[in-house]
């Protein structure tokens, strides 16, 4: 049986457009970090030691880590709130624990995808 006229001219128009369209699908890539970021002139993204249950850091990367919880911590069950993590141990060092230190890393990949949290 063929189909009427008009519905012929339809589903080729719509087979057409689906193959044009199926070539624009484009699938999302990550954005690798390439290089650790500086911090107070020292190429160490703020990390001065892996210790024992997080790691020592400094005030930039505390700095940093609530700024990022400004624009990603609502995103985090619960909901991370600044100096969450964060225990000052002197007046330029500062502890932050595994779990948060993991949440840094997930925030800064974020920031680096430039995702908008809503």
Known sequence: MLLPKTLNKFAK???????????CAQVPTSV????ISYDGGAQDAGVLQLIAGGALVT???????DSLIGEYGKSFLPRL?????????????????????????????????????K
């Open 59 to 65: 005030p930039g990367f505390v700095a940093r880590y």
């Open 13 to 23: 128009t719509f087979l057409l457009n689906s193959l044009l369209l199926a070539g």
């Open 81 to 117: 709130r600044a100096d969450d993590g964060i225990t000052k141990r002197s007046p330029s060092t500062f502890f932050i624990d595994n779990e948060h230190l993991a949440d840094m890393s997930t925030m800064s990949a974020l920031a680096r995808q430039a995702k908008v949290v």
């Open 32 to 35: 690798p970090a390439t290089s």
